[in-house]
């Protein structure tokens, strides 16, 4: 997702080819601060299109242009042409609720049990909950590069993939064992279970700063716990670390999560696949 600050900038991105969404971000806003993670979470899905977010108050000429009146506002443009817009969250709201059409992939980190996480071998100052936040904090490995993550969900979920943002190369995970609803595994014990899935991955898996985890879908169909084995890293450094962890994937079931104030699966019905000639487009329901 990128940051715009001048108008510029802005007006060469829109008239690419490539489908771009623009939202008009104002921070003193609520509404419009819940749509940040998830327009973050769908640039990491869907990389062939642009996510723009705008600070209104950093390009207020950009504002003008467009008459950007209230927050938050979502613009598609294709070929320099605005194709359709979003005003307010009930607006978003009220449409996602009216649209007959399924939604797709999206983030399930809002799913996750932060309170029953569990990390073997992290550092205690870079610990796991920091892969959780968006900001420079990382996860790093204690007395070797091994780490072993227990990641409960609050209700089942079916995983499709998962995301790594590395601190760097040579410290980020190179061979990953995951095991679905296993509980209880440590590194006494994790060698002798059968995996779930194994990855052997390589410096070809990492583009763009992003290592993306392609999962056996039907392996990961009714998760209620999810266990990472981080075996070693690229560089065989002493310790492993990386910034960021994203699980993709749906809910099993709609739930109202606590304290956001708005179902994601509302606002990822603002998004729907469209196949066209075999190509991936993405566009606003209207």
């Known amino acids: 997702m990128r940051h715009i600050t001048n108008i510029t900038e802005f007006k060469h991105l829109i008239t690419a080819q490539e489908v771009t969404l623009v939202h008009f971000h104002d921070a ?15 640039s990491l899905l869907y990389k062939h299109l642009n996510f723009v977010k705008i600070d209104v108050d950093e390009v207020p000429d950009i504002c003008w242009e467009l008459s950007i009146e209230s927050s938050p506002t979502i613009i598609k443009f294709e070929n320099g042409e605005e194709i359709y817009r979003y005003i307010g969250l009930e607006e978003i709201k009220n449409e996602a609720k009216g649209s007959k059409n399924g939604y797709g992939l999206d983030g399930l980190n809002e799913y996750i049990d932060l309170t029953q996480i569990e990390c073997l071998n992290q550092n205690d100052d870079n610990n796991i909950k920091n892969v959780f936040n968006d900001d420079d904090t990382y996860l ?63 410096k070809n898996d990492f583009v763009d700063n992003i290592i993306k985890i392609p999962l056996e879908f039907v392996k990961f169909q009714n998760v209620f716990q999810i266990t990472v084995f ?57």
Do not use: W
């Open 28 to 42: 003193s806003c609520p509404h419009s601060t819940k749509v940040v993670p998830v327009f973050k979470r769908l």
């Open 230 to 286: 981080i075996e070693n890293n690229f560089g065989n450094k002493d310790t492993t670390s990386f910034k960021e962890l994203v699980l993709i994937g749906t809910p099993r079931e709609t739930t109202i999560m606590e304290n956001f104030g708005i179902r994601l699966e509302d606002l990822k019905h603002l998004i729907e696949i469209e196949k066209t000639y075999g190509k991936a487009q993405l566009k606003i329901i209207m």
């Open 140 to 202: 790093e490995s204690d007395v070797d590069e091994q780490l072993i993550i227990s990641i409960p969900f609050k209700q089942y979920v079916k995983l499709h993939s998962i995301f790594i943002i590395p601190t760097d190369i040579e410290h980020a995970p190179k061979t990953i064992k995951l095991f679905a609803n296993r509980c209880n595994l440590g590194f006494e014990n994790v060698e002798d279970i059968e995996e779930t899935q194994l990855f052997q991955l390589t």
